[in-house]
Nanobody, 119 residues
Framework: QVQLVESGGGLVQPGGSLRLSCAAS????????MGWYRQAPGKQRELVAT???????NYAGSVKGRFTISRDNAKNTVHLQMNTLKPEDTAVYYC?????????????WGQGTQVTVSS
């Protein structure tokens, strides 16, 4: 079974920091892009950040300069360091990976982890 498992969400005060992690497991031949999306209540899911297997990154304008995405190809993990968090960052954060596995080549998603920024 191929899956993505996130960890690291929680409640933090405005201005605080959180680090999200996601690990891919199962019969995986290759992982291409990995990243994070988020969905706030009543809103569509939106891209937060992505990173290629070569380390090229892309960020949403709203998080650029505050969030940093990284990955460990040897461990099949991706991380999102979130600094200077704002209430508008509150959302369910989903890990994403474009993978070639024994099942298929395509997009895989984690179950989501809640991030709440509130005083």
């Amino acid at each position: 079974q191929v899956q993505l498992v996130e960890s690291g969400g929680g409640l933090v005060q405005p201005g605080g920091s959180l680090r999200l992690s996601c690990a891919a497991s199962g019969s995986i031949f290759r992982i291409y892009a990995m990243g994070w999306y988020r969905q706030a209540p009543g809103k569509q899911r939106e891209l937060v950040a992505t990173i290629t297997s070569g380390g090229s990154t892309n960020y949403a304008g709203s998080v650029k300069g505050r969030f940093t995405i990284s990955r460990d190809n040897a461990k099949n993990t991706v991380h999102l360091q979130m600094n200077t968090l704002k209430p508008e960052d509150t959302a369910v954060y989903y890990c994403y990976a474009d993978m070639f596995t024994v099942v298929r080549r395509g997009d895989y998603w984690g179950q989501g982890t809640q991030v709440t920024v509130s005083s």
